[in-house]
């Protein structure tokens, strides 16, 4: 019998043909027990012959790892077949889809390039495509730069679009809003990018409606049992649960270093199981992190109407609510991409809306109630202050609700601001406060020839809510609504206009797509 480097032919070519059954049956366990059988049999013996076949082995079982989702073995295996062969293309693709898919795009390029040289660069086209792939992604994770302009002027036509993990100048510290919040550390401006980062897990279902309570909550379960499989397979990722709050007690939570909390697609594929899950607290911090993707504070890309949808971003989960929010997010698949949605200075907190904040204080406060906590922020603590001062704008809320001339009632806001006075920030919060108000006048022609220059421009409205309390889709198609049918905006209006779009959307998107999300938003 024919012998190789002291392995029998005839041993190794059943190993194969076992191995290729087992392949095709995707069979992962028995395969890669199978290259561990062959790889201890080659351990034996250190002839150069078996030194390429353990190579070979180390690579196949590499891959039969990645099946079973055992990322960190996997490298293991991948790391040791190159330290006996530097230049095995076969173990090097291998290595480089598993850092790929972990979101270490740097060494992952490292990988395919090499494999691009050692081909003299005639590399096949799948790894071309892995290394084109790779150097997107990578230039997104290092610049938070995003272009979703032919997926949105498409109609959303096709596969979602691949995003990379990416953290902007934040940190997180201790919040006088609650217990922690996230942090700028430099001026950022109107749509830059915050945070792109993928869930931990979502749960999806199709309801009837909002309130179709049998839906939701088999949407829950399966998010909830989604994220127990999770935690229960992944050490880190438990950690990383553990260091959300719970709702009970803010105030005793330490302030997690950057570096532990930062986005990590690897952190949800580690091989290290835990010990015991103590799934009370889990759900304690599902309910308290957990975000619906339809929210007034966020806009959701390419889902068919009626798909709702639950899900856990982890370092989105220390983002406290404020009544003069300053980020809004788009939800693209699994992904959350969070925004500025207004000019934002160094050392303030990044804050989103909970609910809707383009109401006035009592029905806020209401609002603050249901959620369960106190809200400290300063529109609040003005508008109380200014409410305590003239009566007028009880008066006009009042008037609002029993449907007195909601013209006269804007003049009558607008006087009272002139008279008391209030600061320009301080307007708009008020004007933010009774945006229904405005937005009836706006929205109605006979309302805005009535009272014509009696009443603020809408323009002027909109850009002093915006400056202080950020944007909002509903201004954002009220603006633009009475642009285009007025056919008279100037290039500072559109400017503005465009301002707003990024504030509403970010920076993720060039002006013609812009402008065909508002267009298609105009007509809905």
């Known amino acids: ?46 002839s150069s012959s078996n030194q390429k076949i353990l190579v070979s082995a180390l690579s196949n079982r590499a891959d039969g790892w990645s099946r079973l989702h055992k990322p960190a073995a996997a490298l293991k295996d991948c790391d040791l077949a190159l330290s006996i062969d530097p230049g095995h293309i076969k173990t090097l693709i291998s290595k480089g889809k598993i850092l790929l898919e972990r979101g270490q795009y740097a060494p992952a390029l490292e990988c395919f390039r090499k494999v691009k040289s050692l081909s003299n660069g005639g590399s096949n086209e799948m790894v071309q495509g892995l290394l084109k792939k790779c150097q997107n992604l990578e230039a997104i994770s290092r610049t938070g730069f995003v272009d979703l302009s032919e997926w949105v002027l498409s109609g959303f036509v096709g596969k979602v679009p691949e995003l990379a993990e990416f953290l902007g100048p934040l940190e997180v510290r201790k919040s006088g809003l609650s217990g922690r919040g996230l942090f700028l550390t430099r001026n950022v401006d109107v749509g830059s990018i915050l945070i792109i980062t993928n869930a931990v897990a979502t749960g999806r279902g199709i309801l009837s409606n909002k309130s179709d309570e049998r839906g939701q909550m088999v949407m829950w379960k399966n998010f909830v049992d989604k994220i127990l499989g999770i935690v229960e397979n992944c050490e880190k990722t438990l950690d990383l649960i553990h260091k959300l709050s719970n709702g009970d007690s803010d105030t005793e939570l330490e302030v997690p270093n950057m570096g532990v909390v930062k986005p990590d697609l690897g952190l949800f594929t580690s091989d290290k199981a835990t010990n015991e899950v103590d799934v009370g607290h889990v759900l304690k911090v599902l309910d308290v992190n957990s975000l619906t993707e339809e929210s007034v504070s ?66 806020r406060q209401e ?116 642009l285009k049918n007025g056919g008279n905006g100037n290039l500072n209006e559109m400017e503005r206009v465009m301002r707003l779009a990024r504030g509403t959307y970010g920076k993720v998107m060039r002006k013609p797509a812009v402008k065909a999300l508002i267009e298609a938003k105009l007509v809905v």
């Open 1 to 46: 019998m024919e012998m190789q480097g002291g392995l029998e032919e005839e041993v190794l070519q059943q190993i194969r043909s076992r191995a290729t059954a087992l392949l095709l049956k995707e069979d992962w366990v028995q395969y890669t027990n199978l290259y561990t059988h062959l790889i201890s049999l080659c351990n034996r013996d250190d």
């Open 298 to 363: 966020a806009k959701v890309l390419g889902l068919n109407s009626g798909c709702r949808a639950v899900g856990l971003w982890i370092l989105p989960s220390f983002v406290n609510h404020s009544c003069n929010p300053n980020a809004r997010r788009i939800h693209v698949g699994d992904w959350l991409i969070l925004h500025a949605s207004r000019d934002i200075k160094a050392g303030e907190e990044v804050t989103s809306a909970y609910f809707d904040v383009l109401r006035p204080l009592p029905d």
């Open 367 to 482: 609002s603050v109630k249901t959620w369960g906590f106190d809200c400290k922020c300063d529109r609040c603590r003005i508008e109380d202050k200014v409410c305590g001062l003239f009566k007028e704008l009880r008066e006009i809320e009042d008037g609002f609700v029993k449907g007195s001339d909601l013209g006269g009632l804007v003049v009558k806001l607008e006087e009272a601001m002139r008279q008391c006075p209030v600061k320009e920030r301080e307007k708009g919060y008020i004007r933010a406060s009774f945006w229904d108000v405005y937005s009836s006048v706006f929205g109605s022609e006979r309302l805005s020839r009535k009272w014509g220059r009696k009443i603020p421009e809408l323009v002027q409205v909109a850009q002093s809510i915006f400056e202080t309390v950020g944007a909002d889709e509903r201004i954002l198609k009220l603006v633009t609504s009475r």
